[in-house]
């Protein structure tokens, strides 16, 4: 189960029901449930029937405050903890490793990177981390945090830094990049992905850094032991690579964020790894960078042990919309007209859904380049088509027209600033009546 929450982490437990014989502990050790992301549990103890009897047995709290001396301050508390031999991993908004007894909540061990000490980070989120990742070297279990610019190996057992693993139990993300980055500005807020003996990192990059060079959005893999990079995905290609000729005027030497910031998947039998790309630098003006810009905006599929791209579809060209993939890729395996298809599907800010053969990247229905208005901001030289899949529907209402909009002015609406409690009440009401009303009259 995933739980949300800005203050604190429950867990809800307690059934009022007797010991089954045949009751198995179901484990959650990675951040989707699996590395395919299907969020999906074998346990059974919790279904219609008993949900109404669960009762809270108990809560833990991260109990992180702003700290003025680095001026910072938690984010919500975005995190779905791992569960692995009756222990959970959690991580807080401050990017803490807690251990905690997963039947008393009694804290185990705790470990501070103490990512606050280099301020607040300049993402529009802040601080807020949703996870680790967890891998197995024989009998001994390790936990990784990718914490702004570092990514650390802890004891399982202990909390404690892997000294063997990179330099005391950590190496630095920034270094290797394509350009010199201010670590100040990288960051991370989903976990890793660890596939054999690779940990595999993408990286957050706010959208307000708009500068010549800024951080890029390479996907590296480490090795799980001693820390040494294994491979890099330029996500911007770079000279000799495929994709450099849909950066015009050579904005691939100079353009950054194009980063996996939300969490990957895995086929893991097949060895396939599939990357939600966001955004190139800046989100919302391509003056800069004009052309398609690969692998911007793009579901990519790569063989995990080498970071080599398999296939890849690109879900808005020349993105000027803030339109970066928001979601892990799900790999799932559907049954199209009685046919069973592996198939991984691409939820997008637009409402739509995108569904490819995963070892293939074919489309498992028609995906229909249509044309778009061209855009009137000076410099700018929007992609005349994007693509759009014929089925499954669009999930998000598509478009938008007059009826849209609602008359915010002082005329219509009164003053707001000037209002009393109650006023300001019926001012609100205004408001969604009016959103009602447009919606009714939209209905069929």
């Avoid at 706010?206 to 990079?229: E, H, Q």
Wanted: with cysteine.
């Amino acid at each position: 189960m995933r739980m949300t929450t800005a203050a604190f982490l429950v867990l809800v437990a307690g059934l009022t029901l007797g010991a089954r014989p045949d009751s198995r502990m179901i484990e959650w050790p990675y951040y989707g449930g699996d590395q395919a992301g299907t969020k999906w549990s074998a346990a059974a103890d919790i279904n219609r029937d008993t949900v109404g009897r669960l009762d809270v047995a108990w809560s833990w709290k991260p109990n992180e405050k702003p700290l003025p001396e680095f001026h910072t301050q938690p984010g919500s508390f975005e995190n779905t903890p791992l569960m692995i031999d009756n222990v959970l991993y959690v991580s807080t908004p401050y990017n803490r490793v807690v251990a905690l007894d997963a039947e008393s909540g009694r804290e185990l061990w705790a470990y501070d990177p103490k990512a606050y000490e280099a301020g607040q980070p300049p993402n529009g989120t802040g601080f807020v981390h949703r996870g680790v990742a967890a891998w197995r070297d024989g009998d001994k279990l390790r936990i990784f945090l990718n914490s702004r610019d570092r990514l650390m190996c802890l004891d399982g057992r202990t909390g404690e830094p892997v000294e063997t693993f990179g330099t005391q139990g950590a190496v630095s993300l920034v270094d290797g990049l394509k350009w010199k980055v201010d670590p100040k500005q990288y960051t991370n807020t989903s976990p890793p992905i660890v596939f054999r003996n690779l940990v595999i990192v993408g990286n957050g990059v706010a959208d307000r850094l708009a500068y010549p060079k800024d951080p890029p959005g390479d996907v590296r893999a480490f090795d799980a032991r001693t820390g040494k990079a294994v491979w890099t995905f330029h996500t911007v290609p770079q000279a000799g690579e495929f994709g450099t000729d849909t950066w015009d005027e050579e904005s691939w030497k100079v353009t950054g964020h194009t980063n996996v910031w939300a969490p990957m998947t895995l086929d893991e039998r097949r060895g396939l790894l599939y990357l939600p790309v966001s955004t190139p630098s800046n989100d919302f003006y391509g003056g800069k960078r004009p052309g398609a810009n690969l692998f911007a905006e793009t579901l990519v599929c790569l063989d995990a042990a080498t970071g080599v791209r398999k296939w890849h579809f690109q879900t808005v060209h020349h993105g000027i919309w803030d339109y970066d993939l928001p979601s892990p890729p799900n790999v799932v395996t559907i049954k199209p007209e009685g046919r069973a298809v592996d198939a991984v599907v691409q939820l997008t800010k637009q409402g739509l859904v995108f569904v490819f053969d995963r070892v293939s990247g074919k489309p498992v229905w028609p995906i229909e380049e249509r044309p778009v208005p061209a855009s009137d901001m000076p410099g700018e030289r929007a992609w005349p088509t994007q693509p759009f899949p014929t089925k499954p529907p669009a999930i998000a209402e598509q478009g938008a027209t007059e009826l849209d909009a609602i008359d915010f002015t002082a005329e219509k609406l009164g003053r707001p600033h000037l209002m009393s409690f109650g006023q300001e009440q019926f001012y609100k009401n205004q408001i969604y009546t009016a959103a009602d009303a447009r919606l009714a009259q939209k209905a069929p």
